[in-house]
């Protein structure tokens, strides 16, 4: 889902994957009673949902839309009449989904997301459909999640789960119509979305990962405690997976030494590891700190497009791809040793050139600016005064957002004020101390998750 969960996700336009206006970190779960958390008789289980939520970091909300007795095709009366129950459509996704409030704070706590995750199935075998028209409903359901009229605002990608297998001692005819269906939702992910491809990805072939009489015991359509946590752990797995997949996730770290992690020894981690280990997977911190540069010409390295294009479009993992670009979120942090070289106006002005280059097409979706950290009490009071003045100027550049990208320009962490001298900044030395880079990764971590939320 490239160009879906970011798209909110980080704005984050992300008009890459996931994600989603009011937090792309939200997965709602779609589905019956095994999306809802029905065990097996006589068993005790962790339901799938909460066993992926467990096995996802960084951030992620797992959020429970599942209902017992529905289906695609639950609308219908079973053969010889009665038997009509909730149906997954449109209505069905305004009224349980879009106007759910259940904390009551007046907005919806499921819509918008960054992912609907969608099985559905088992109940739809008894209502004299063809596979083909299941197909259809499903189909119908997947385009009111994506909303594609009037304007997206529901989910930014759908992941297709197959529905599991049916129990064994169903009634006739019951496993071959549900491996139909199946067969169906394959059909209908594998080709992703006719109209946006990378907003319907498949999801986990439960159909076929799930074993009858293991997972799905012999005499009840109800996943077991083997199956929940099977099906959860498989589901976590395909979503990192399909995330791994989506270059919006990474996040590239600019700055001069202390980014480099320059006299941070073990066992010092250095803030950007720190950021990594935070957020986890499917984050992907991308550090290319270099020492002594900065946005001023004398220095070895000026921070410019062409050494940002360079930095982050090398290979250096070898994978043959750019390791950082196109990005998600740059984060930058630098002032220190351009104190000597440029007015705190001049030096706010190329920080806003800097800014505009990386929002540029096909670089990064979105970008954090962090305070330079007080510099060591022995610099003096003049050196003290000098970063004082460039921290104002990234706290006036991020005031407001980018003047014409929008809300894609935040306030990192302001680190001039949240570290310390002495404790974060050793009284002779710039570089940051073992709790410096703790405590920075630590804030980052915090305000780059708030920063997505709220987006």
């Given at each position: 889902m490239r160009t879906g969960l970011l798209l909110l996700l980080l704005a984050i336009t992300l008009a890459a994957s996931l994600g989603a206006t009011c937090t792309g970190?939200?997965?709602?779960?779609?589905?019956?009673?095994?999306?809802?958390?029905?065990?097996?008789?006589?068993?005790?289980?962790?339901?799938?949902?909460?066993?992926?939520?467990?096995?996802?970091?960084?951030?992620?909300?797992?959020?429970?839309?599942?209902?017992?007795?529905?289906?695609?095709?639950?609308?219908?009366?079973?053969?010889?009449?009665?038997?009509?129950?909730?149906?997954?459509?449109?209505p069905f996704v305004e009224l349980f989904i879009d106007q759910a409030d259940p904390d009551g704070d007046g907005e919806s706590d499921f819509f918008p997301a960054g992912t609907a995750q969608v099985m559905l199935g088992s109940n739809d075998v008894n209502r004299g459909i063809s596979a083909g028209e299941w197909r259809q409903r499903m189909s119908d359901l997947i385009d009111c999640l994506l909303e594609l009229e009037p304007a997206p605002g529901r989910a930014v990608g759908v992941i297709l789960h197959t529905p599991p297998p049916m129990y064994a001692n169903a009634p006739a005819g019951w496993a071959e119509t549900l491996a139909g269906f199946a067969q169906e939702a394959r059909n209908l992910c594998q080709g992703g979305?006719?109209?946006?491809?990378?907003?319907?990805?498949?999801?986990?072939?439960?159909?076929?990962?799930?074993?009858?009489?293991l997972h799905v015991p012999a005499n009840d359509p109800h996943l077991t405690t083997a199956g929940h946590q099977l099906?959860?752990?498989?589901?976590?797995?395909?979503?990192?997976?399909?995330l791994d997949e989506d270059p919006a996730l990474r996040?590239?770290?600019?700055?001069?030494?202390?980014?480099?992690?320059?006299?941070c020894l073990p066992p010092c981690v250095k803030f950007s590891d720190v950021l990594q280990e935070e957020l986890s997977q499917p984050w992907n911190v991308v550090s290319r700190g270099v020492a002594g540069s900065g946005l001023s010409d004398p220095l070895w390295v000026t921070w410019d497009c062409t050494q940002v294009d360079a930095s982050f479009g090398a290979d250096q993992d070898g994978d043959g791809e750019a390791d950082g670009l196109p990005g998600g979120t740059a984060h930058v942090m630098l002032g220190y040793n351009d104190t000597p070289h440029l007015a705190p106006a001049a030096w706010g002005q190329r920080l806003s050139d800097l800014v505009d280059c990386l929002l540029a097409p096909g670089r990064f979706e979105q970008v954090l600016v962090t305070t330079p950290p007080p510099p060591e009490a022995n610099a003096g009071v003049n050196r003290l005064?000098?970063?004082?003045?460039l921290a104002e100027e990234v706290?006036?550049?991020?005031?407001?957002?980018?003047?014409?990208?929008?809300?894609?320009?935040?306030?990192?962490?302001?680190?001039?004020?949240?570290?310390?001298?002495g404790v974060h900044v050793p009284d002779h030395t710039a570089h940051l101390s073992a709790a410096g880079h703790?405590?920075?990764?630590?804030?980052?971590?915090?305000?780059?998750?708030?920063?997505?939320?709220?987006?």
């Open positions: 970190l939200r997965i709602v779960m779609i589905g019956d009673s095994n999306t809802a958390g029905v065990c097996a008789p006589g068993e005790s289980c962790t339901p799938y949902r909460t066993v992926m939520q467990q096995q996802l970091t960084g951030g992620w909300q797992v959020l429970n839309r599942g209902f017992s007795g529905t289906g695609v095709a639950t609308d219908l009366p079973l053969p010889g009449g009665g038997g009509q129950w909730f149906v997954w459509n449109c979305h006719p109209a946006f491809p990378e907003r319907l990805r498949c999801g986990v072939d439960a159909h076929s990962e799930l074993q009858p009489g099906m959860g752990e498989l589901a976590a797995a395909r979503f990192l997976e399909i996040i590239g770290m600019i700055g001069d030494s202390n980014t480099a992690g320059v006299e005064l000098q970063v004082h003045s706290r006036a550049l991020t005031a407001g957002g980018h003047p014409e990208a929008g809300q894609r320009l935040f306030l990192g962490v302001d680190a001039f004020l949240e570290l310390q001298q703790q405590r920075l990764g630590e804030l980052l971590a915090a305000r780059f998750l708030e920063v997505v939320r709220d987006r």
